[in-house]
């Protein structure tokens, strides 16, 4: 699942990682890399939710796993949508800057 913190410890592994003048990586870890791999673990779990409420509908899910599962995908998706927010808010400030 991602969340808040995980993020915030991703963001604070790929700054560890770079150094100086075009933050170019100390260890082989980019940025793009840490963005891949989060996309990869939001994927997995908005498909686990499907995937479990798919068996819940032809009745080989328990209700537990399923709420689960659900509301993880759920949470995973609000998170990603508030970072996204983020970065375009970050975004238009930085087209608004005087050059």
């Known amino acids: 699942m991602v969340n808040p913190i995980n993020a915030a410890a991703a963001y604070a592994n790929a700054a560890a990682s770079t150094t100086g003048p075009g933050m170019a990586p100390r260890n082989g870890v980019s940025f793009g890399d840490v963005l891949e791999q989060t996309a990869k673990e939001v994927i997995g779990d908005l498909k686990q939710g499907e995937t ?17 599962a659900v509301t993880n995908a759920e949470v995973t998706l609000q ?3 508030a970072v996204r927010d983020k970065v375009l ?6 087209l608004r800057m005087p050059i």
């Open 52 to 68: 479990m409420t798919a068996k819940a509908a032809v009745g080989q899910a328990d209700l537990t796993d399923v709420v689960q």
């Open 79 to 81: 998170t990603v949508t």
């Open 89 to 94: 808010t970050a975004y238009q400030e930085i």
